[in-house]
C-alpha cells in the first residue's frame, strides 16, 4: 500500500502521452505561443513594455562580469531564462506537466551549452583554459591527483546543472501534493487543521513561484560562469 501510494505520487511527473505519442514536445512549445507579438504601432503595451524592462536588467546583470566577447551570448541566455521560467510557471498550474522535472530534458540543455563554453576556451585561450586544471603552487606530488580531481569536477558540472533543477522543482511539487492530500484527508475529520494547512498550502504554492524563477536565473548564472572562466 505504501509503495503504491509513493508510485501515484510520482506517476505525476511521467511524461503525458496521447493515443501512444508523448506529448513533451507540445509542453516544450508552449512557452513561445504565450509570448506576444510584436505591435504595429510605435509605442508598445504596458506588457511588451514590462518585459523589455525585464530582459534588459537581466542580461545587464548577468552580462556585467564578462567582456565584449561574450556578450555575443545575450540572445541565447535571455531566451533561456525566459524559456525556463515559463516552463517552471506552467508546471504550477493543474492539469499540467512540468518538462523541467525529467533529468533527460535538463541535461539536453546543460551538456551542450556547457560544452560549448570549454570549446570556446580550449579554442581561444588553450593554455589558460588548461591551466584551470591545475592550481598555481601546487606541491609537485600533488599535482597527478589534482589534474584529476579538477578533470572530474569539470565533467561534473553539467550533471550539477541538470540535477540541481530537477531536484529542486521535483521536491516542490512532491511536497505541493504531499500537503494538499493532508488537507483533503483533514478536512472532514478537523476542520481547523485542514485550514491551517490550506493555508500552509498557499505560502508555499507562493514559495515555489519563487523557487521556479530563481532555478531558472541560477542555471543560466551558472553557465554565465563557466562562460566567463573560457573567454
Known amino acids: 500500500l505504501v509503495l503504491t501510494l509513493v508510485l501515484s505520487f510520482f506517476d505525476q511527473f511521467l511524461s503525458p502521452t496521447f493515443l501512444g505519442i508523448p506529448l513533451i514536445a507540445v509542453?516544450?512549445?508552449?512557452?513561445?505561443?504565450?509570448?506576444?507579438?510584436?505591435?504595429?504601432?510605435?509605442?508598445?503595451?504596458?506588457?511588451?513594455?514590462?518585459?523589455?524592462?525585464?530582459?534588459?536588467?537581466?542580461?545587464?546583470?548577468?552580462?556585467?562580469?564578462?567582456?565584449?566577447?561574450?556578450?555575443?551570448?545575450?540572445?541565447?541566455?535571455?531566451?533561456?531564462?525566459?524559456?525556463?521560467?515559463?516552463?517552471?510557471?506552467?508546471?504550477l498550474l493543474p492539469y499540467t506537466f512540468t518538462p523541467t522535472t525529467q533529468l533527460s530534458l535538463n541535461?539536453?540543455?546543460?551538456?551542450?551549452?556547457?560544452?560549448?563554453?570549454v570549446i570556446i576556451g580550449l579554442r581561444n585561450q588553450t593554455t589558460v583554459a588548461l591551466g584551470h586544471l591545475l592550481p598555481e603552487g601546487t606541491p609537485t606530488p600533488l599535482i597527478p591527483v589534482l589534474v584529476i580531481i579538477e578533470t572530474?569536477?569539470?565533467?561534473?558540472?553539467?550533471?550539477?546543472?541538470?540535477?540541481?533543477?530537477?531536484?529542486?522543482?521535483?521536491?516542490?511539487?512532491?511536497?505541493?501534493?504531499?500537503?494538499?492530500?493532508?488537507?483533503?484527508?483533514?478536512?472532514?475529520?478537523?476542520?481547523?487543521?485542514?485550514a491551517l494547512t490550506a493555508v500552509l498550502l498557499l505560502l508555499l504554492t507562493l514559495l515555489e513561484v519563487a523557487v521556479a524563477m530563481i532555478q531558472a536565473y541560477v542555471f543560466v548564472l551558472l553557465l554565465s560562469l563557466y562562460l566567463q572562466e573560457n573567454i
Open 107 to 117: 541535461l539536453g540543455l546543460a551538456v551542450p551549452l556547457w560544452l560549448a563554453t
Open 152 to 194: 572530474i569536477s569539470l565533467f561534473i558540472r553539467p550533471l550539477a546543472l541538470g540535477v540541481r533543477l530537477t531536484a529542486n522543482l521535483t521536491a516542490g511539487h512532491l511536497l505541493i501534493q504531499l500537503i494538499a492530500t493532508a488537507a483533503f484527508v483533514l478536512l472532514p475529520l478537523m476542520p481547523a487543521v485542514a
Open 27 to 91: 509542453a516544450l512549445a508552449l512557452p513561445w505561443v504565450m509570448f506576444p507579438a510584436l505591435p504595429s504601432q510605435w509605442l508598445p503595451n504596458r506588457q511588451l513594455l514590462l518585459q523589455s524592462w525585464f530582459i534588459n536588467r537581466f542580461t545587464q546583470q548577468l552580462l556585467l562580469p564578462l567582456n565584449t566577447g561574450g556578450h555575443k551570448w545575450a540572445l541565447l541566455f535571455a531566451s533561456l531564462m525566459l524559456f525556463l521560467i515559463t516552463l517552471n510557471m506552467l508546471g
